[in-house]
């Protein structure tokens, strides 16, 4: 109990929190018989088909997907991300699409939100605004034009301070 209200707290006020004892942080995992090391290379295999091979960008990609394309058990994949992340998977998956998505809105200012929103992987737009209104506090259009006032870049430098 102690440590679902630690992990709701650290939530609350948007710091990531991760157990510093991941395999046994789920009731659900006891038995799974996953050992640290075999977590440890399928977080490998999972970040680098996230940053390397942009799976994300599939709009189609489910965990059943990301468990092929990495050739791991999708149980072991799963625990991989909800322990050692501390996330679920579509959580997981739309803070990718939306850190690509703020890099593009910046970078390419004639691209059309809902270009990026497809591009990045996202089907629809409601999930897409609701996502990245989610992990940004803003919608598409006004993080575009924060950005461009460099209102977007300030906020950053005042929570890395």
Partial sequence: MKRLLKQLVF????????TTDPLNSHEK??????????ALAIQSKIKKAFEEDKIYRDNTIC???LSGHIKEN???VSQ????????????????YRIK????????????????????VGFNS????????????GL?????????????????QEIQMA
């Fill in 11 to 18: 939530k609350y006020i948007g710091q990531e929190y991760q």
């Fill in 29 to 38: 995992y006891k038995k799974s018989g996953l050992t640290e090391e075999e």
């Fill in 63 to 65: 965990l059943d997907i």
């Fill in 74 to 76: 999708r149980y072991k």
């Fill in 80 to 95: 991989v991300i909800n322990t050692y992340l501390s996330k679920n998977f579509y959580s997981f998956l739309n803070e």
């Fill in 100 to 119: 690509e998505a703020k890099k593009l809105l910046v970078s390419n200012p004639t691209l059309s939100v809902k270009a990026i929103m497809y591009e």
């Fill in 125 to 136: 737009k409601n999930s897409f605004y609701s996502a990245f209104k989610k992990i940004t």
């Fill in 139 to 155: 919608n598409p259009n006004d993080y575009r034009a924060a950005a461009n006032i460099g209102f977007v870049g300030q906020q």
